[in-house]
């Protein structure tokens, strides 16, 4: 499995362009899976440099509906001619904001409707099903539920629906797991209900071990209660590695690699690596 993050909040690479957002590749098998587009078409200069090509991707699987990890999405697709399968939540296009101290809401959600990306990719996939297989060995995750109450969720979060304004509780949040004879590997956009919630949701549905985790974890502006409580929770799943970055913080991020030691990847902007895990044969 390689893993190429195409854009990211920092970069150690000075060529690269760093911002609020996330964007991943995952190349597994023959599949190439595009988790999550930034927040601006700054993505686009970063592939380009990274050697990565969008025409190869197969599919593109959208997190959550928020600016910093849908904004690349129009003009990846824009660019190319081979157009990829799109996975969106079943929730997306309601419209999200948050509110700011000085201002009622701030609209923070996706810069593009539904006819927008009708327009230019003529269909998506909404995904309403707990468990949906993407791939042989690739399942994407969501419809979570609440499995502790150190991960409470935030009141500044707000979704429209319905034309009622209603707290946003990140339960239709998509994850995207890899199948391996040794566990799964999951990646996670920015983990809003919860990093531990999403983890334990996963291994109830899988009766399979998690065996690491990439993405954000949402622990930077958390509580240290809070951030010691997911890590303890993380170090009692024993890891092979964890690779968490963007909205988890540098601070947090420091943390954990103080904790995991070498299991810890540092995944920014520009970050290549790849993992040894032989294929499943088991499907869930």
């Known amino acids: 499995m390689r893993i190429t993050t195409i854009i990211e909040n920092n970069s150690e690479k000075d060529n690269l362009h760093c911002e609020l957002g996330l964007s991943i590749l995952i190349e597994w098998e023959d599949k190439k899976i595009l988790l999550d ?22 599919s593109i699987v959208i997190s959550h509906g928020h600016f910093d990890h849908t904004g690349g999405l129009i003009p990846i697709l824009k660019s190319i001619e081979n157009k990829p ?34 327009s230019i990719n ?24 609440k499995y502790n109450d150190f991960e409470k969720s935030s009141d500044k979060y707000i979704v429209k629906k319905d034309e009622k304004f209603i707290i946003d509780d990140f339960s239709n949040e998509i994850a995207l797991a890899i199948d391996s004879e040794d566990g799964l590997v999951v990646f996670v ?8 919630n999403i983890l334990e949701n996963i ?27 997911t890590i303890d929770y993380l ?32 995944n920014n902007a520009g970050t290549v690596f790849e993992i040894l895990v032989p294929k499943g044969e088991k499907k869930l």
């Open 37 to 58: 587009t930034g927040q601006s078409d700054k993505l686009m200069d970063n592939a380009d440099k990274l050697g990565v090509d969008f025409e190869d991707v197969d």
């Open 85 to 118: 399968s799109i996975y969106l939540s079943n929730e997306y296009f309601n419209p999200k904001y948050k509110k700011v101290e000085g201002k009622e809401v701030l609209h923070i959600g996706s810069a593009f409707n539904e006819e927008d990306l009708i």
């Open 122 to 145: 003529g269909r998506y996939i909404q995904i309403d099903k707990e468990v949906f297989p993407l791939y042989d060995g690739v399942y994407l995750f969501s419809g979570f539920e």
């Open 189 to 196: 956009g920015c983990s809003h209900i919860g990093l531990a």
């Open 203 to 229: 291994m109830k549905r899988t009766a399979k071990k998690i065996i690491g985790v990439i993405g954000g974890s949402h622990l930077s502006r958390s509580s240290i209660l809070r951030i010691n409580d």
């Open 235 to 266: 170090k009692s799943l024993d890891l092979r590695f964890i690779a968490l970055s963007h909205c988890t913080g540098l601070k947090v991020m420091k943390i954990v690699e103080e904790e995991f030691g070498e299991k810890f990847i540092k």
